[in-house]
């Protein structure tokens, strides 16, 4: 309802749309164009603050309560001309209106990513510190109410307020601390999965205490009131299980995966969540609840959660969301925080808040005899805040229990306690990752039966054909135990709300194996266990979840951990139906760049033009070419190498290419450079060479050949010839000139960058191999004791 103005009357009605400035009609006076602007400004406001504020490592959430704030009467809106313009009193009702609109599909898409099965599968441990990291908080927040309603809150009504109170001191924001432990990459330790699990059961207690206060704050003063409250929102979430449930269950199983989701029953599920929502309202408990309790009972299995998620997350995290965040900040005036009494009491409810969760958190982990340092960490982790907590703040002022001094207190009380979660994190524990040594971290090797470790890449469906094929290729002679492929998928941690559901994937999929206790309906997760049945080699999924800039991160501490000796990624563009190369995204380019530089083994770049078609080959059909074309050097006998590891499948012949120069054209080495290195870099490739040459792996599938060369044309011609071959595999820094003209993509190497070019070959895969140079690996080698022994307690529960 509008409140009344100076004057006594009600704000005139805004009418929707103007007729335009040239018909002297100021548009910031109508309801639409206004609309628009306030959207625009916050958007615009809160990313860049979100900008300013992602070196300091702190989640967006920080950015948009903080934008709020200073776009309300704290900060910009002490200027009554910017206020009455931009956020005139009138326009409040269509602001708040659209906010909350924005704020039901957000909790909707909330609900969507809570799952109950592995809430249900919580461990003892992470229960009891879940329980004791919300009890001891409420009652500290019981206590905390008294001194408020004593000081600064005199009047309100207490039962409400002890309820509101308990519930802002105890919540854990879930979402801001999956997004934390993915940025500081700690969701696969044993701390990230203790802290994800006690933040899902204490996100379920925080709703049933929200509801809980929302009863208890009605304006009806009869005691019948909260009770019949409680039973009418206990009957909704019944005929949510009994009526809704089925509803989209129907739906969902009519949506089969590869096939679109009919428009229909996104329709039909969007409209559910509004009516659920108009019911949960009517009942007396805020319509939020009902949003929230029709994406909780929606279908996870299948495409159709999916589909929802992606059409509706964009629109109303990147657009309505934030205005919840300025329509709270408008209401916070932290200038109503005056004199030392009010300041003291600030201090007092964020020291009693990080008390209660930390001191409560601690204390449950010791008993649980979780080390001091990890309980710490856990304590400061379950002290995050988030979007639940402005909800139940913005909830409690809505309804008269908190006035805005109280209010405001308890704003900058979530806002302190969530901004110093990072940097007490890090300073608490932040395990090393770096790994111990090791010896195989290179193809070339003395023992060829010794088992081979690989750790394969992909971004998508699209790589994993081919990834199979180049597995099958590399099996050998296929006895068990000598080729061991761990299948990293990559995925950016994006703000969208459904990184959240890759964080719970990854508490499984992550460093570790992937867990196989329950049957993954992953296709990508299916395809190599596929794969694995029929071969005998050991396919082990697993999942990377991380912001792009830092996921090398993660896949150079997973090769080390896991101890591969070679990391193969997909190059960053693939082939489209004309042969031209497309690039999928210049991060995914810096990333590939960034493991050559950091690799604590080889590495091998694919190029995928659809080795062995768009499926899986099996091994009886299997007939590749592959050509290694030998220039010399560390990278070409790496690359020469992994050529003899394939050559030992029964359906492969290789062919392998020695260029030699008349005249010196292949030198690399400037004039002026040691003659001796030269010379005896030349005699470490004679000698390898002709070990390969006396090795039985090849007998009867291997080919040799010498190609005199006098300039770089005779060595494109002589490549060309051999364009129709399946794979190349090339070192990526070989002893020769650049072979085109063009410097894009140095990470390919001369050769590389001719054979991946669209003028070259459109049918012929390369792998650009770079070898592993232990002279030029200066990173320490010292093991984190507690992360190694959380790596190994989690990979022993999963495989």
């Known amino acids: 309802m509008a409140t009344p103005n100076a004057t006594g009357n009600c704000p005139t009605a805004m009418k929707a749309s103007s007729n335009g400035a040239f018909q002297n009609e100021n548009p910031l006076d109508y309801a639409l164009p206004l ?88 461990g003892k441990k992470s229960l009891l510190i879940a329980l004791a990291g919300i009890s001891l908080p409420f009652v500290i927040g019981v206590g905390a109410s008294f001194i408020l309603s ?76 909260p009770l019949w409250v409680l039973l009418s929102g206990s009957g909704f979430v019944i005929f949510a299980i009994l009526v809704i449930k089925p509803i989209l269950g129907f739906m969902a199983k009519r949506c089969p995966e590869g096939e679109p989701v009919k428009e229909l029953y996104v329709c039909v599920t969007l409209t559910l969540v509004l009516a659920a929502s108009f019911l949960t309202d009517t009942i007396g408990i805020h319509a939020l609840f009902g949003a929230f309790v029709v994406g909780i ?15 509706i ?27 030392a009494q009010s300041w003291g009491l600030l201090v007092l409810v964020i020291l009693t808040t990080c008390f209660g969760k930390i001191v409560g958190t601690v204390g449950a982990s010791m008993l649980c005899k979780v080390p001091f340092r990890e309980a710490m960490a856990l304590g400061v982790l379950m002290n995050t805040k988030g979007l639940v907590e402005l909800i139940v703040l913005n909830i409690g002022k809505d309804r008269k229990v908190l006035n805005d001094q109280v209010f405001a207190i308890l704003v900058l009380m979530a806002l302190v306690t969530t901004f110093i979660t990072t940097p007490l994190l890090l300073a608490i524990y932040k395990p090393a990752r770096k790994g111990a040594p090791y010896k195989h971290r290179t193809i070339q090797r003395k023992d060829h039966d010794s088992e081979l470790r690989i750790l394969a890449c992909f971004h998508s469906t699209r790589n994993i054909p081919t990834l199979i094929n180049m597995i099958e290729s590399s099996r050998g002679t296929g006895l068990k135990g000598r080729l061991c492929v761990y299948a990293m998928h990559l995925m950016e941690l994006s703000e969208r709300s459904s990184a959240i559901a890759m964080v719970h994937k990854a508490r499984y999929n992550g460093l570790p194996i992937w867990n196989k206790i329950e049957r993954s309906t992953d296709q990508m997760v299916i395809a190599f266990e596929g794969y694995q049945h029929l ?58 760049k960034r493991v050559l530089q950091q690799a604590p083994c080889s590495v091998g770049i694919l190029v995928d ?23 010399g050097g560390l990278d070409d006998r790496e690359a020469l190498a992994y050529g003899m590891k394939m050559v030992e499948h029964p359906g492969i012949t290789l062919t392998i290419l020695k260029f030699v120069a008349s005249r010196g054209t292949l030198k690399r080495f400037e004039k002026g450079e040691e003659e001796e290195d030269e010379k005896k870099e030349k005699e470490i490739d004679e000698e390898f060479v002709r070990e390969l040459m006396n090795d039985p792996r090849g007998n009867e599938s291997l080919a040799y050949e010498e190609r005199v060369v006098e300039s770089k044309e005779d060595v494109r011609a002589t490549l060309k010839a051999t364009s129709k071959c399946n794979l190349f595999v090339v070192g990526r820094n070989a002893a020769v000139v650049p072979l085109v003209n063009s410097t894009d993509c140095p990470e390919l190497g001369p050769v590389g960058r001719l054979l991946s070019s669209s003028e070259f070959s459109t049918t012929a895969s390369v792998l650009v191999v770079q070898g592993y ?17 959380s790596s190994r307690e989690i990979g022993d529960s999963t495989v």
């Open 609 to 631: 033009r659809g080795l062995g078609g768009a499926s899986h080959v099996v091994a009886s059909e299997v007939d590749y070419k592959i050509v290694v074309p030998f220039f």
């Open 313 to 339: 997350e964009d629109l109303v995290s990147g657009l309505l969301l934030p205005l919840y965040f300025a329509s709270s900040g408008l209401k916070t005036d932290v200038t109503t925080i005056r004199g």
């Open 150 to 225: 004593s000081t600064i809150s005199k009047g309100v009504h207490q039962l409400p307020f002890i309820v509101f109170m308990g519930v802002a001191l105890s919540i854990t924001a879930f979402p801001v601390l999956a997004r934390i432990l993915a940025e500081l990459k700690l969701l696969t330790t044993d701390v990230g999965r203790m802290a994800m699990s006690a933040a899902g059961v204490n996100d379920i207690a925080a709703w049933i205490f929200l509801a809980l206060a929302i009863a208890l704050s009605g304006n009806d003063s009869s005691s019948l009131v």
């Open 35 to 122: 609309i628009i602007l306030q959207i625009c400004l916050v958007v615009v406001f809160t990313r860049l603050l979100a900008y300013l504020l992602k070196p300091l490592k702190q989640p967006r959430v920080i950015a948009e309560i903080i934008g709020g704030i200073l776009l309300g009467p704290t900060a910009l809106g002490r200027s009554k001309v910017y206020l009455d313009t931009i956020f005139p009193e009138k326009s409040m009702t269509v602001l708040d209106t659209l906010a909350n609109i924005g704020l039901l599909f957000f909790l909707f898409l909330v609900g969507l990513e809570l799952d109950f099965a592995a809430i249900r599968k919580t």
């Open 773 to 789: 140079d232990s002279a030029a690996d200066t990173r320490p080698v010292v093991e984190d004791d507690d992360y190694e022994q």
């Open 297 to 311: 009972v929606t279908p996870k299995q299948g495409p159709f959660c999916r589909i929802l998620t992606e059409k």
């Open 535 to 592: 071969r005998a080699v050991a396919v082990r999924p697993m999942t990377a979840i991380s912001d792009l800039s830092t996921i090398h991160e993660d896949i150079c501490t997973s090769a080390h951990q896991k101890r591969v000796a070679m990391i193969l990624l997909p190059f960053h563009k693939h082939q489209r139906m004309d042969g031209a190369m497309e690039s999928i995204g210049h991060a995914f380019h810096e990333v590939n």
